[in-house]
């Protein structure tokens, strides 16, 4: 009788460790989804890195309801993944405007002023990615 138990706690075990390895194998370790290819910014612009030596920084933004960012500009590429939210981001001179969602892929404007204004009723997220020469800001805010 215990051989026969131990028979039958040795085919659960198969039969369970057949199964993990069916599921497994369903299963893809990895995958990669691409959210945004581009060679231009927002505006059209194409995409030019910086030369030499840079500094990348990383950026948590995080941006009340009814907020309004200064008018500003980037004198480098700048990328922004919004975590959360939405943004409307406008380019008073022209008066070209983009919106932004969660999920969206942000490829700011290069030496043209604008401003981003949380349009919404819930915060917007933004992780931001900078590449600057040496010490250079990422930001100029316009006198």
Known sequence: MRIAACIAAAGLALLAA??????????????????????????????????GDITLSVSDYRIAPGARLPVHMHPFPRYAYVLEGTIAVTLPDSGQRFVYHQGDVIVEVVGLWHYGVNEGTTPVRLIVFDQVPGNTPATVLKP
């Open 18 to 51: 057949g199964a993990r390895a069916e599921e497994s194998a369903a299963v893809k370790p990895v995958v990669v989804t691409t959210i945004l290819s581009t060679t231009t910014t927002a505006a059209g612009q194409p995409i030019r890195l910086p030369q």
